[in-house]
């Protein structure tokens, strides 16, 4: 391999941690995860040295969704580079023409411009200044325990651990529980601009919403002229078995359809893995500010054409008849099993959140998450807990995993909660 494996893992240890990240370095041999990715292809990671194989249920919160170099994506991008590159950002282009184009074709109501960026941060930083400047108002509430990105208006919006170093940040920022319509009415008032919500806050450990919840957002930001901004970073794209998990969620003053958000910010997994690209969608009302400022907001990588070929690729594949009944099943499949390790271990494995594939296994206590991390990546299984809610164990399959693969990650997940029933026992003895 040219690119794999080109010196030893020792050395690249320790440039990482001489020349990345130190921090990094040290938190990962305190935990004793070692592991340097290396080959990578479906839903599986190899170590670049020892040839430990793990099935990634992480999946970077959506990024591999069709799994690790999918083949099509792949050869898409390697299509594209015979003939584009970049682009120029300044100018027209065909291709972000084109990714606009699907993009409105397959939103979640009707949101037909979309402006491309780079990540997920910037794509949200854009969905809160387009809030402030079409609504003319400062407010932003968003969910305490949320996260966004760390960009600018972004980390404004996020959890505290994250932003108290780096104050002042930019003013108008509240937060309140998730899944609590009332709170957002007690903050709600004529300075509000918008409402930002991840459709299922992964970070928060996967809590899923009642079903009157965005429904009742969504008349009460109309009566108070706000907007509903919806993060579907890592919740978009068919990971919940729906293309977005928004469509979980009816309105009834929309015939049933589903709950329309006034901006859809999407990023992760629409890169394919192979090419970074999130986009910030929006509705027609709200075009007229950039109407008027066109080169207000500018990225000069957001929108790559390189980068735009491989999310309409992204797009088609989720798209194609069959992919998201097949993840439904799937889901259901892993539910079942779900099910059934919970009646065997009762005490460990309290609570199951699943939205389609977007999964949170609730633990008892908030030593649990990280612990069970580790004994999942001891079984093969990369699952890491949720940060603002340790006691929560996200669990994400790539959305191409096979039934073997399912089958293969819930034993691992079996002989973990057996070995994490067994410590807490102990602990609980001694
Ligand atoms: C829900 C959500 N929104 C936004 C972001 C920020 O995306 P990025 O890291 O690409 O800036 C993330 C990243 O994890 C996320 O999970």
Redesign the pocket.
Known sequence: MTFVGQRSKKESITWFSQHVSSGKAAFFAQYGLDFVPGYREGVFLWDVESGKRLINCHC???VFNLGHRHPVVVDALKQALDELDIGNHHLLSEHRAALGRRLAELAPGDLPYSVF????????DLALKLARAHTRRPGIISVRG??????GL?LAAGDPQYREPFGPLAPGFQQVPFGDVEAVAAQMNEDTAAVLV?TV???LGMPIAPSDYYAELRSLCDRHGALLIL?????GLGRTGRMWAIEHWADPRRGGRCVEPDIL?I??GLSGGIY?I?ATCYRQELNPFLHEHPFIHISTFGGAELGCVVALTVLELTATPGFLPRVRELAERLATGLAHLQERYPDTLIEVRQLGLMIGLVFPDESCGPLMTKLMYEEGVLAIYANHDPRVLQFLPPLIMSDLEAEESLGALDRALALLSRIRGWAIIH
């Open positions: 970077n919160g959506g960026a780079v990540g997920g941060g910037e794509a949200i949320g996260y966004h990105g760390h960009t972004a991840e806050p992964a970070t993060d579907e970073v890592q919740s910010v990023g992760k970074p999130a």
